[in-house]
């Protein structure tokens, strides 16, 4: 299964394919993931908007998509925005830094604002053109290609807790993906491995010393932890990383597993804090190797 089957199923590549917006948080591939991503967009021929409200290496060079710097007074004419024009893979960021070694996020308002001409109703008649339909009220929006947001920062490390300010998801996204690499699972919580070592290790509690099924299922459902600042009527979910090989993949889902035996799926246990888990490696063609859990 590839990224777009997870996140969009059933989402036909047609003038009436309707696409939520999504956050990556988390460690451990959040830019493969919108590397991916960008892949399988133009595969599709989708088109597909990335953007950041953190920050990227600068250039961010994801493939096959024109990278444009936006400022908070930018207009979607800026970066060549013309639904009417076909597919289009852009990936949208702030300035550089003052060093020029990464490029700055973008406000999630202006981003919303910058991505109104994708914005779409649904269904719109036939003859109307790609996101030229009025906003729909009352709900998160929808667009007419993937909308998928970096919001969160890791340090190359395996697994992240947040800090004060982190992440920065908008509160107009339709799902929220938390992306652990595999490499964590099991392992002991080094500062090598561990971003917001001091974060974990409050969550965390007694059972700091390792990451263990005890300690994710905690990071899962605290606010402050793995999800942190995800919309409440968003869709959660779980992505552990790097797992190619097949006993890879096997260890990882029999992890999942036990993460999710924390949890009482019946009425009035411990609520299931997520909605869908997956095992991928995401620098493959064919990434999502296992699905553990789905109730979207």
Avoid at 177 to 197: F, I, M
Wanted: with cysteine; glycine share 12%; charged share 20%.
């Amino acid at each position: 299964m590839d990224l777009f089957g997870l996140l969009w199923p059933g989402a036909a590549v047609s003038e009436e394919a309707r696409f939520g917006a999504v956050a990556v948080v988390g460690a451990g591939g959040k830019t493969t993931f919108l590397t991916r991503l960008a892949l399988e967009a133009a595969s599709r021929g989708t088109g597909a908007l990335l953007a950041v409200t953190t920050k990227w290496w600068n250039p961010p060079g994801f493939p096959g998509a024109d990278h444009v710097i936006v400022t908070a007074t930018g207009e979607p004419s800026d970066f060549g925005a013309d639904p009417e024009s076909g597919a289009m893979i852009r990936a949208l960021s702030g300035p550089p830094t003052e060093d020029g070694t990464k490029v700055t996020g973008i406000d999630s308002g202006d981003l919303l604002r910058l991505m109104s001409p994708w914005r779409v109703t649904a269904p719109r008649p036939a003859s109307a053109p790609i996101g030229g339909a009025a906003p729909v009220s009352g709900g998160p929006p929808r667009f007419a290609l993937p909308i998928v947001i970096e919001a969160d920062g890791a340090r190359g490390r395996a697994i992240k807790v947040p800090g004060p300010g982190e992440p920065v998801v908008p509160s107009w996204v339709t799902t929220v993906v938390c992306v652990t690499a595999v490499t964590a699972l099991g392992s002991a919580a080094t500062e090598a491995l561990v971003h917001r070592t001091d974060a974990y290790a409050r969550l965390a509690g007694e059972s700091a010393a390792s990451v263990t099924p005890i300690v994710v299922a905690r990071l899962m459902e605290d606010p402050q932890g793995m999800f942190k600042g995800t919309p409440a009527p968003a869709r959660r979910v779980w992505i552990v990383n790097g797992a190619g090989a097949p006993a890879v993949v096997a260890r990882a889902r029999g992890f999942a597993e036990s993460v999710l035996e924390r949890f009482d799926t019946g009425t009035g246990g411990r609520p299931l804090p997520v909605d869908t888990i997956a095992v991928a490696s995401l620098q493959s063609d064919d990434p999502v190797r296992a699905v553990v859990m789905d109730r979207s």
